[in-house]
């Protein structure tokens, strides 16, 4: 059925943040991994970080994130949790006020 099709697809490119709120980004580590995070086009970090890391990342415009392992992680973008983000490398993770987008 089409409902199924769409619940395929990650439901996390919906999230609009409102332009009064900083983009928040909250990571849980599950399991270790290695992580980048630049804001606003400068590079936070970029390092492994251990199981049961929390860690927010705040920014104005954009959050770029790259994860080795998807599955490593929970995150959650102001108080959304956004689910699986996928399974294996995710390269470029972009998060703006319009929305989420996997480069």
Same mark, same amino acid.
């Given at each position: =059925?089409?409902? *199924? @099709?769409?619940?395929?697809?990650?439901?996390?490119?919906?999230?609009?943040?409102?332009?009064?709120? %900083?983009?928040?980004?909250?990571?849980?580590?599950?399991?270790?991994?290695?992580? !980048?995070? @630049?804001?606003?086009?400068?590079?936070?970090?970029?390092?492994?970080?251990? *199981?049961?890391?929390?860690?927010?990342?705040?920014?104005?415009?954009?959050?770029?994130? =790259?994860?080795? @392992?998807?599955?490593?992680?929970?995150?959650?973008?102001? !108080?959304? %949790?956004?689910?699986?983000?996928?399974? !294996?490398?995710?390269?470029?993770?972009?998060?703006?006020?319009? !929305?989420?987008?996997?480069?």
């Amino acid at each position: =059925s089409a409902e *199924k @099709k769409m619940s395929d697809k990650p439901q996390f490119s919906q999230i609009q943040i409102p332009d009064n709120e %900083p983009i928040t980004l909250m990571m849980r580590v599950k399991a270790e991994v290695y992580v !980048g995070v @630049k804001r606003d086009g400068v590079l936070l970090f970029k390092r492994l970080l251990p *199981k049961g890391t929390m860690e927010t990342f705040t920014a104005e415009g954009k959050l770029n994130v =790259s994860i080795a @392992k998807a599955r490593s992680v929970e995150l959650a973008l102001n !108080g959304h %949790p956004l689910g699986a983000i996928g399974k !294996g490398a995710i390269k470029d993770l972009e998060i703006t006020r319009k !929305g989420i987008k996997v480069k």
